[in-house]
Each structure stands twice: as C-alpha cells, then as structure tokens.
C-alpha cells in the first residue's frame, strides 16, 4: 500500500526558504515519477514540478521556475522540495503524489497523494 507522507513544512518570512520532503515507508520512490502540488486556500490543486526516475525534471508551475526545485536522496527514499523566494501567495497544503507503479516519467498524472504539508508565507 502507497503511504506517501510530506514533511518540513511550517511558517516562514516572505523572501525566506523552505525544504519539504515526501518520503514512503513501503516503495523505492526512485523508481518512479513523484510530483509535487499545492493546493491554495479557494483554489484547485496544482502540480508544481515533477521528477522522473532518471532525475529528468518537469516544470508545470511558471511561478515556481527559478525559486523551487525537486530532487531525490534515494539512500533516504525521499524526495525534496526546495523553495526559495518563498511569497504570501506561495501559502498552501503542499502534496507530493506518485503514479507508481504505473510511470517512471512525469506525464502528469498519477494515483496516490500524501495528506499534505501546511506551507504559510506571511510577515
């Protein structure tokens, strides 16, 4: 059973920085695609970036060029999220989400969502 659980999340400065991570207890996440989404408060659930098996990184969030990026510690099966230049508008439940065992690319669909990390930007 996929139990994908996010981490780091918490209350930051507006220009500051957070890391989160999702990590599984039960699958290789190397393996596969993982995604990364937010879901704003009045807002429909975005994805963000993706990374592929081979670490190929897919970007679905203009406003998340430049400032985030995604990447594997495969000794730890987790995946991060590093945001910079964190904004007010960047507050959200932040998911990460897998296809597996379907997908080792990003095609921007997947099966499985962890419940979220609470991510809030504010002075």
């Known amino acids: 059973q996929v139990q994908l659980v996010e981490s780091g999340g918490g209350l930051v400065q507006p220009g500051g920085s957070l890391r989160l991570s999702c990590a599984d207890p039960?699958?290789?996440?190397?393996?596969?695609?993982v995604g990364w989404f937010r879901q704003a408060p009045g807002k429909e659930r975005e994805e963000i970036l993706c990374?592929?098996?081979?670490?190929?990184?897919?970007y679905y969030a203009d406003s998340a060029k430049g400032r985030f990026t995604i990447s594997r510690d495969n000794a730890k099966n987790t995946v991060a999220l590093q945001m910079n230049s964190l904004k007010p508008e960047d507050t959200a439940v932040y998911y990460c989400?897998?296809?597996?065992?379907?997908?080792?690319?990003?095609?921007?669909?997947?099966?499985?969502w962890g419940q979220g990390t609470q991510v809030t930007v504010s002075s």
């Open positions: 039960g699958f290789s996440l190397e393996d596969y695609a």
């Open positions: 989400a897998t296809p597996l065992p379907k997908y080792t690319e990003c095609t921007g669909t997947y099966d499985y």
């Open positions: 990374i592929s098996s081979s670490d190929r990184i897919t």
